[in-house]
């Protein structure tokens, strides 16, 4: 506001200040410069007083631009339940807040499931596992995360082969932090499985022929088309990625922090349990 009163009271000095030099000039001509001075003061006078009256009414439009932003304000303070923490999850709105698969993938369990869609090449996916595992803590009973790691290029299908062949060897607990921080802390690179069992066998108590054996397995394979499968019916486009029993994908756009997307997702996985 006090840019627009600045600009409206500098446009008006100088329209002014134009008609003042057509009427100096002629003053110049016919009068002394005693008058001449008073022509100018005349002017003065006559700006300070329309700027300090366009001054007021700036002011008086600014008050009431003031008066109607706190009503509304007000208005929508009232609007929300204060009394109740959990008031705000009401909010969430579908096409805004998350989307809606359709048709909606059918999860074959009984369990509501949170599939997460992630590959261990993927340092937000490495950031974002504290929250994910913090999410499995706090479920209730009835509701699950899956993790389904992605391939999006050829050179990711040894990190897929990988978690499939930890859980299939009852490791996952054991070697899943500890992937990513090779990865991603220690810079260490798998350029195919046969690094990675490398790193099994360096790390782990873990036959190597039996990690790689499983790991080549058809049974692993099956499991990687099908997370392909998943992928591409649900409309996964990049990692990490939730989504809520096969419904429901949290839009990541809408959301300020990785909590706030860990809430939609719960929020919504309890509303599919209920």
């Known amino acids: 506001m006090k840019k627009l009163i600045l600009l409206l009271a500098v446009t008006l000095i100088w329209?002014?200040?134009?008609?003042d030099e057509s009427e100096t000039k002629t003053a110049v001509k016919e009068q002394t410069a005693q008058s001449t001075e008073a022509v100018k003061q005349e002017v003065k006078q006559q700006v300070e007083e329309a700027v300090a009256e366009q001054t007021a009414e700036a002011q008086e439009q600014a008050k009431e631009v003031a008066d109607k932003v706190?009503?509304?304000?007000?208005?929508?303070?009232?609007?929300?339940?204060?009394?109740?923490?959990?008031?705000?999850?009401?909010?969430?709105?579908?096409?805004?807040?998350?989307?809606?698969?359709?048709?909606?993938?059918?999860?074959?369990?009984?369990d509501v499931v949170i599939y997460?869609?992630?590959?261990?090449?993927?340092?937000?996916?490495?950031?974002?596992?504290?929250?994910?595992?913090?999410?499995?803590?706090?479920?209730?009973?009835?509701?699950?995360?899956?993790?389904?790691?992605?391939?999006?290029?050829?050179q990711w299908k040894p990190y897929a082969q990988a978690y499939y062949t930890f859980e299939a060897m009852d490791m996952l607990d054991q070697a899943h932090a500890p992937f990513f921080a090779a990865i991603h802390q220690h810079k260490k690179r798998f350029r195919n499985i046969e690094d990675v069992a490398d790193w099994v066998t360096a790390s782990f108590s873990?036959?190597?022929?039996?990690?790689l054996s499983t790991a080549?397995?058809?049974?692993?394979?099956?499991?990687?088309?099908?997370?392909?499968?998943?992928?591409?019916?649900?409309?996964?486009?990049?990692t990490p990625t939730l989504v809520v029993n096969g419904k429901f994908i949290p839009n990541g756009n809408?959301?300020?922090?990785?909590?706030?997307?860990?809430?939609?997702?719960?929020?919504?996985?309890?509303?599919?349990?209920?």
Request: charged share 25%; glycine share 6%; aromatic share 8%.
């Open 15 to 19: 329209g002014c200040s134009q008609a």
């Open 70 to 110: 706190v009503d509304k304000m007000t208005e929508d303070h009232a609007g929300h339940n204060h009394d109740n923490p959990d008031a705000a999850t009401t909010d969430y709105q579908a096409g805004i807040h998350y989307n809606v698969i359709t048709p909606a993938w059918d999860t074959g369990s009984d």
């Open 116 to 154: 997460e869609f992630f590959s261990y090449m993927c340092p937000h996916c490495n950031t974002f596992q504290p929250y994910v595992k913090k999410l499995e803590e706090d479920l209730p009973e009835g509701i699950r995360v899956q993790r389904v790691p992605v391939v999006f290029y050829p």
């Open 206 to 211: 873990v036959d190597r022929d039996k990690f």
């Open 216 to 238: 080549n397995s058809f049974m692993i394979d099956g499991q990687i088309r099908k997370g392909m499968q998943m992928m591409q019916a649900m409309n996964v486009t990049s």
């Open 254 to 274: 809408q959301m300020r922090t990785r909590e706030d997307i860990i809430k939609l997702a719960e929020t919504l996985a309890l509303q599919e349990a209920n």
